[in-house]
């Protein structure tokens, strides 16, 4: 079982160029998530999904997009990248219909945008 | 506003104990996540509270006080595994998890 795979690893990217990171969950949860993190700060939601077809808002929105055509893939794109991007990026899943809603992390992608 | 405070690092040491302070001021509650984070790596999930009181899992236990928003993280028996950073989050009444900026242990022989 893989679990939640994100691609690139790490990338190093030019301003002004457009990027999508890739996450793909395996466990047939409804819920995806995109994170950031900087050194100094909390995890901070990008983007959410709470089922396929539908996509929210998360506290740091601006500059990124996402789609989730099916319940398995959620990949997050930077349309013109700016060097405020640099930070590495998580993706998560959850089982939101029942219990505790435990998100489980891919393994991150560390992005440069110089 | 929403917020999650804990302490930024703490030391201890090897076969120690040591107890990770959280407090959180949320919309809404609906319980308190612990999360461990290796150098490098993904969180990975430890504990759910949602009601007061403590929670034993093995080495680890967490506790919940929801009228004083107040949380910690109790580790025993530290092996230097146990060096990470621990991440606080509270979820929201929109079931919205509010992070706080995490608490890096470092453990010494």
């Known amino acids: 079982i893989a679990g939640i795979t994100q691609a690139p690893t790490s990338q190093i990217l030019a301003a002004g160029r457009r990027m999508t990171l890739r996450c793909t969950q395996d466990?047939?949860?409804?819920?995806m998530y995109w994170y950031r993190q900087d050194l100094g700060l909390g995890l901070r939601l990008i983007h959410y999904?709470?089922?396929?077809?539908?996509?929210g808002k998360g506290e740091v929105p601006d500059g990124y997009s996402v789609s989730r055509a099916n319940t398995d893939d959620f990949p997050l794109t930077l349309a013109s990248a700016v060097p405020s991007q640099t930070s590495v990026y998580f993706c998560?899943?959850?089982?939101?219909?029942?219990?505790?809603?435990?998100?489980?992390f891919g393994p991150g992608t560390r992005l440069t945008v110089l | 506003g929403q917020n999650i405070d804990q302490p930024t690092e703490m030391t201890a040491t090897e076969g120690a104990i040591v107890q990770i302070n959280c407090t959180y001021q949320?919309?809404?509650?609906?319980?308190l996540f612990w999360y461990q984070q290796h150098a490098g790596e993904a969180p990975t999930f430890l504990s759910y509270?949602?009601l007061d009181g403590l929670e034993e899992k093995g080495r680890f236990s967490s506790f919940l006080s929801r009228s004083k928003g107040y949380s910690y993280l109790l580790l025993k028996e530290l092996q230097m595994k146990d060096s990470a950073s621990y991440l606080c989050a509270a979820l929201d009444s929109n079931y919205q998890l509010i992070w706080g900026a995490g608490t890096k242990l470092i453990i010494k022989p």
């Open positions: 509270n949602v």
């Open positions: 466990m047939r949860h409804n819920a």
């Open positions: 998560a899943s959850s089982d939101s219909r029942g219990g505790p809603d435990t998100q489980y």
């Open positions: 949320t919309s809404g509650f609906n319980g």
């Open positions: 999904s709470n089922t396929a077809g539908t996509t």
